[in-house]
């Protein structure tokens, strides 16, 4: 087994997809916020849409990207296909939904008195959001877990708008199944096994964090 | 006369209720909970809410906070209807102590500190605000614990200096009294004055003795419906419903001042006279809770009695239940004397007659006035 291939496979995934969670945590939450808060038209559908969006195949979710980013498509001139880059657009769309879909859960938790008391006390929009935000701290480190964890473990997006290119886009899922395709299970072993060890130490930073604040 | 009107007389005349409500219809997911025609709150005064469990008390409250939009009706500050662009000028002015107060993660400071934070303060001049307010409402000991710490006195504690850090012209408290055991709810009472400083108080209570401590009109709140507004005398002399002489016991509420207190109080009535009142009580304003059963009516007084005599003027004799007779009495103050049809024959008085009438010294029972 190759150490230093694990190494920066496994680096490569951890940096696509936690860029990826940082963004779907700043394109979900505010989301999450307007549906579980807000009183405008269409409230409903957008909320069913990220309900449905929770149980988006990461391979319909590739196969779409893919042809954006196709050098014909409409995103074509950005160049990004076979790209990390393009890794993080598909994964973003896949952990957005998750994130802002287990969120919206979370706030909608909150007691009635949570949300009188904000209006009664009537802070500035950034501090009320801060608010809303440690109170439901429980359950949106539930939704980052959720959504980190989709994007690191799925395969099919990132094969097919990233390529599993070695040495510059080859992710710990994409190389399991390589290895597995040429027979090499001790490698495929190898990857499987760093891959959980990552989901389980971010997952375990999360949760402490997570029940650090329980009262 | 000709000319001559008090000024006091005109600024009323001038001034606009701080708070006025208009055929207002509210509630919660398309049920009405509470139903008003018409109140408004003057500045200045203390406005008490009050009636049964689940009467609509707390949803009127909500309503005259912007808190609750209503189905239908409108709420006026000012004058001006509340609107959009007027609500934030309306949040930095009024204070909401609300049912359940929720304290956000964080100690008692920060969270007193929230209550300033719609005014735009520098963090010096909050975290100051805040302490100050802590202070007001005694509770600085508790600044650095964390809020969920607490219990459940010194949240209220806490939410209460929270609702009056801001300093707010218009403070509507929502039972801050429940929930707190005897000695603390006496505690918090008496922090009443302090805080309030002359603003304009609306508070819900369910408990006609915090109500008659505390209150210069009363909003009676009943099924769901806004039935009768008015002084504590006024509403007990002439309740507007059954339901509301039942809420009240059927009771008449005289205005009065502890002069001397002892094993035998003594109260100046606010109409003129003098009650002797059995048990202690602090010299100050207060209410006497008379029931009109016990009241009863003389020519003369009567020979070798400790009765104390209140002299009245008959308004007006009606029926009552229980085939008893209901006399309403002018003794400065509205009275009211419960009698059987034969005692007031025996008696033989008309209306616009001048009548005694004694009250026992044992029937009575005094709340003192939060002043």
């Excluded at chain 2, 008893?324 to 033989?348: F, Q, S, Y």
């Amino acid at each position: 087994m190759d150490y230093r291939l694990l190494l920066e496979v496994s680096r490569r995934s951890l940096a696509v997809s936690g860029l990826a969670t940082l963004i779907s945590l700043a394109l979900g939450l505010p989301l999450a916020l307007a549906l579980a808060a807000g009183r405008w038209p269409g409230r409903r559908v957008v909320a069913a849409l990220v309900n449905a969006g929770m149980g988006l195949p990461p391979t319909v979710v590739g196969l779409t990207v893919a042809f954006l980013l196709f050098r014909g498509g409409p995103l074509g001139f950005l160049g990004l296909l076979y790209t990390n880059p393009a890794m993080v657009i598909a994964q973003v769309v896949i952990a957005t939904p998750v994130v802002a879909g287990v969120s919206m859960a979370a706030f909608q938790q909150l007691p009635r008195t949570v949300w009188m008391e904000l209006a009664a006390l009537a802070p500035p929009w950034h501090l009320r959001a801060l608010l809303l935000a440690r109170e439901a701290l429980a359950g949106l480190l539930a939704a980052t877990i959720a959504g980190f964890g989709a994007v690191i473990s799925e395969v099919g997006a990132s094969l097919m708008v990233g390529g599993n290119i070695h040495g510059q886009t080859q992710v710990l899922t994409t190389a399991t199944v390589e290895a597995v395709r040429k027979g090499e299970f001790g490698v495929a072993l190898g990857f499987s096994a760093v891959l959980l060890g990552l989901i389980f130490v971010v997952a375990a930073l999360l949760t402490l964090l997570q029940q650090r604040n329980r009262r | 006369m000709g000319g001559s009107i008090p000024g006091g007389m005109l600024t009323a005349l001038a001034t606009e209720p701080l708070l006025r409500l208009e055929e207002v219809s509210a509630g919660y997911d398309y049920h009405p909970a509470i139903e008003a025609d018409r109140m408004e709150v003057v500045e200045g005064e203390r406005l008490v809410l009050l009636g049964p469990n689940g009467a609509g008390k707390t949803t009127l409250l909500m309503v005259l906070g912007a808190l609750l939009p209503p189905f239908r009706g409108r709420l006026f500050y000012r004058g001006a209807p509340l609107t959009r662009s007027t609500l934030p000028a309306f949040r930095r002015r009024v204070g909401i102590l609300l049912q359940e107060p929720h304290l956000f993660r964080g100690t008692a400071l920060t969270n007193v500190a929230l209550g300033l934070a719609r005014l735009g303060l520098s963090r010096a001049r909050r975290r100051e605000a805040a302490s100050a307010a802590l202070q007001l409402a005694r509770a600085d000991h508790l600044a650095n614990r964390p809020a969920h710490r607490l219990s459940v006195g010194e949240r209220r504690r806490v939410a209460l200096a929270r609702t009056v850090a801001s300093s707010p012209e218009l403070l509507l408290l929502d039972e801050p009294l429940a929930g707190v055991d005897p000695p603390s709810r006496r505690d918090l009472l008496s922090l009443l004055p302090r805080v309030l400083d002359g603003k304009t108080l609306v508070m819900v209570t369910q408990s006609l003795e915090e109500a008659l401590a505390v209150a210069d009109r009363l909003a009676l709140v009943i099924g769901g419906r806004l039935v009768q507004v008015g002084t504590p005398e006024e509403v007990s002399a002439s309740p507007a419903s059954q339901e509301v002489e039942r809420f009240l016991g059927g009771e008449v509420f005289l205005p009065g001042r502890v002069v001397r207190a002892g094993e035998l109080s003594l109260v100046a009535l606010a109409g003129g006279g003098e009650v002797r009142v059995a048990g202690p009580a602090a010299p100050g304003p207060c209410y006497l809770r008379v029931r009109p059963e016990t009241v009863s009516l003389h020519r003369e007084p009567p020979r070798g009695s400790e009765r104390n005599l209140i002299a009245a003027r008959v308004v007006g004799v009606r029926e009552a239940d229980r085939g008893c007779l209901a006399v309403d009495l002018d003794a400065g103050a509205p009275l009211r004397a419960l009698v059987t049809r034969e005692a007031l024959t025996d008696l033989g008085v008309r209306p616009g007659e001048r009548v005694l009438a004694a009250i026992k010294a044992t029937a009575v029972a005094l709340v003192s006035r939060v002043r």
